[in-house]
Nanobody
């Protein structure tokens, strides 16, 4: 059974930082594109970041580029989202997702390409 468990969310002031973690089990982690998505109240789910199975390729949404980074530890089956210079508009529920790939250098950027999802963790940025 595949499980993705996010942690690290919370309340932070604008300009602050948080690091989200997503621990995966029940899948071949190193052969999965891992992604982070977010959804704010009343808004559609939004892609945030993705990383290839081997960790060699990453992609960040324009809205977070230069502030967020994505990384993974395949030995620990964990993917991270480091969020710096947080803004109130970053407030959302952040979810990680896993998408099995054929090539370890592949990453996915759309939700439809991901097969497994975590429950999400709330990030609230106060102004």
């Amino acid at each position: 059974q595949v499980q993705l468990v996010e942690s690290g969310g919370g309340l932070v002031q604008a300009g602050g930082s948080l690091r989200l973690s997503c621990a995966a089990s029940g899948l071949t982690f190193s052969k999965c594109s891992m992604g982070w998505f977010r959804q704010a109240p009343g808004k559609e789910r939004e892609f945030v970041a993705a990383i290839s199975g081997n960790g060699g390729r990453t992609y960040l949404a324009d809205s977070v580029k230069g502030r967020f980074t994505i990384a993974r530890d395949n030995a620990e089956n964990t993917v991270y989202l480091q969020m710096n210079s947080l803004k109130p508009e970053d407030t959302a529920v952040y979810s990680c997702a896993a998408g099995p790939t054929y090539y370890s250098s592949t990453y996915y950027r759309t939700g439809d390409e991901y097969s497994y999802w975590g429950q999400g963790t709330q990030v609230t940025v106060s102004s």
